[in-house]
């Protein structure tokens, strides 16, 4: 023994095993679910934020694991629900869809809130915020100043996490701006699922994410490789759900099936 407090995912094993309740078409999430479940329960947020929901499949995620376990907390999706050049825009369907699933299950600890980031920051006070998550425009000017404009909302053990880090085309610039932060705060960065950044802001790092902070090169890529497995069942198993309910394959697999008795009897 090293003295090392080692972070170890198993003791979250009742955040790890959830199976996600709502997961859309939308997939370039899907395989950080597990972290999102384990990391609500290591930092249990009073408040939770994330700039740029979509169709949900990351807030709703956070949603499901402060539900499960009971927490006592606000959560805020902030969106104009129009979408931009890199995720593509879109009709007021999403929003509505979004908000009837959302409502009845979260609307108790939960709000959608339907409006630009700029718009939404008179609404937080001053360190009010310890997790925010940030997925909204990926270019490096719009991130920086997502970045920078909340940051004073963030409270003294707040937690910001980046989408895409890993992402280099397109006019993606998270990375550029990961390089930045991974620099000046205690941080760790999963290069799965486009690449997702977590760094501790604030003044204290919360105890529990010590352990992955410290985690030297071979326990890093461990790590990494843990949630990568585990998030690719859920984003594979989503595939093969899609799959499975696409028409065409409706109406092959009787074909299918067919052809299979046919070989059978001759
Ligand atoms: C990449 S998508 C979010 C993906 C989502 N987190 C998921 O899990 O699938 C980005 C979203 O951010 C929203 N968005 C981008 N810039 C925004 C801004 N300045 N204000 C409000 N919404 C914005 C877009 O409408 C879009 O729905």
Redesign the pocket.
């Known amino acids: 023994m090293n003295g090392k407090s080692l972070f170890n995912p198993l003791d979250y094993s009742k955040s790890l095993l959830q199976e996600p309740q709502r997961l859309s078409d ?1 997939t ?2 899907h395989e950080h679910i597990p972290f999102a479940f384990v990391l609500t329960e290591m930092l249990k947020p009073r408040v939770f934020v ?10 709703l995620a956070f949603c499901q694991a402060i539900d499960t376990l009971g927490l006592v907390a606000g959560c805020y999706a ?7 050049e ?2 593509g825009f879109y009709d007021e369907s999403v929003y509505e869809e979004l908000k009837a699933y959302h409502n009845p299950r979260y609307g108790r600890f939960s709000e959608l809130v339907k ?4 718009e939404a920051l008179a609404r937080f006070s001053g360190e009010s915020i310890d997790l925010l ?1 940030i ?4 270019t490096y000017e ?1 991130v920086k100043h ?1 970045f920078e404009t909340w940051l004073p909302k963030m409270s003294g053990s707040g937690v910001v996490l980046f ?1 895409d880090t890993a992402v280099r085309e397109r006019a993606f610039g998270v990375w550029r701006l990961w390089e930045e932060i991974s620099e000046k705060y205690p941080s760790f960065e999963f290069k799965h699922g486009h690449g997702l950044g977590v760094a501790a802001v604030g003044s204290t790092v919360p105890e529990p994410l010590s352990g992955l902070f410290s985690a030297d090169a071979r326990d890093a890529a461990n790590i990494c490789r843990f949630f990568h497995l585990m998030g690719e069942r859920i984003a594979k198993g989503r595939q093969v759900q899609a799959l499975l309910e696409s028409p065409s394959w409706r109406v092959t697999a009787p074909l299918r099936k067919m052809r299979r008795i046919w070989k059978k009897i001759c």
Do not use: I, N
Not at 78 to 84: A, C, H, I, K, S
Not at 115 to 118: A, L, N, V, W
Not at 135 to 138: A, E, F, K, T
């Open positions: 939308v370039s999430w994330e700039l740029g929901t979509h169709k949900g499949d990351s807030y902030v969106d104009t629900w129009q979408g931009e890199h995720a409006c630009t980031f700029d998550h997925d909204g425009l990926h719009a997502d989408h």
